[in-house]
């Protein structure tokens, strides 16, 4: 069974620049989850989805995050304008029902200069 | 505000003595608990859950215990391995609303040859 994909690994961006990420779960997975991880910390939900709709997005800086989940399948997380403070891993995860395990990708990591 | 909290940053132990992990909660609603293990540059995998109707759930060399009193749960591997080195993340959730996973700051475990 394939796991959470995440793309790119890494990318280094300046501030006030843009950059988005993607993630495909696990094939069947209804609920997918955005995750910040900032160095030193542990990871922080920003954005939990159930098929296509979004069920949680209340610690999503909204002024200049974004996130979608289009056909309730891969989910995009966009950040724009960047600042420093977003230099982070950002984790996609995945789960069958909103219960239990979560499936983590191997995460993108964003440095912000 | 850290509802979920690990207090030790780090813990070395020696190859085959026990390694155990704290975590402390504060959210009542939490019924969920689960420990991840995360190596570098990889994302965090589930190693072992526990109901808040349990106080103990056992996976081979892995141990978790939950007082709910305390709003205590720990992590025991025995016997600790060098594969083991890594950190390790207590996690919950609450039996209302959006169900998510909340972390705690992660614990880094060095298990010495």
């Known amino acids: 069974e394939a796991g959470v994909a995440q793309s790119p690994r890494y990318k280094i961006i300046e501030k006030r620049q843009s950059v988005a990420f993607w993630c495909n779960p696990i094939s069947g997975h209804a609920t997918l989850y955005w995750y910040q991880q900032i160095l030193g910390q542990g990871p922080k939900l920003l954005i939990q989805f159930q098929n296509n709709g979004v069920v949680d997005d209340s610690q999503l800086p909204k002024d200049r995050f974004s996130a979608e989940r289009l056909k309730g399948v891969d989910s995009t997380l966009k950040i724009q304008p960047a600042k420093l403070e977003d230099s982070a891993v950002y984790l996609c995860?995945?789960?069958?029902?909103?219960?239990?395990?979560?499936?983590f990708g191997e995460g993108s990591r964003l440095t912000v200069l | 505000d850290q509802q979920v909290k690990q207090n030790s940053p780090s813990l070395s132990v020696q190859e085959g003595r026990i390694s155990i992990l704290n975590c402390d909660y504060t959210?009542?609603?939490?019924?969920?608990f689960l420990w991840y293990k995360k190596y570098p540059a990889e994302g965090p995998t589930f190693l072992i859950s526990?109901?808040?109707?349990?106080d103990k759930n056992e996976d081979g060399r892995f141990t978790v215990f939950l007082n709910k009193s305390a709003k205590h749960l720990s992590l025991h591997i025995v016997p600790s391995q060098p594969g083991d080195s890594a950190v390790y993340f207590c996690?919950?959730?609450?039996?209302?609303?959006?169900?998510?996973?909340?972390f705690g700051s992660g614990t880094r475990l060095q298990v010495q040859p």
């Open positions: 995860a995945s789960s069958f029902g909103t219960t239990g395990e979560l499936f």
């Open positions: 959210n009542s609603m939490f019924d969920y």
């Open positions: 996690a919950a959730s609450a039996k209302t609303g959006r169900r998510a996973l909340t």
């Open positions: 526990i109901s808040s109707i349990k």
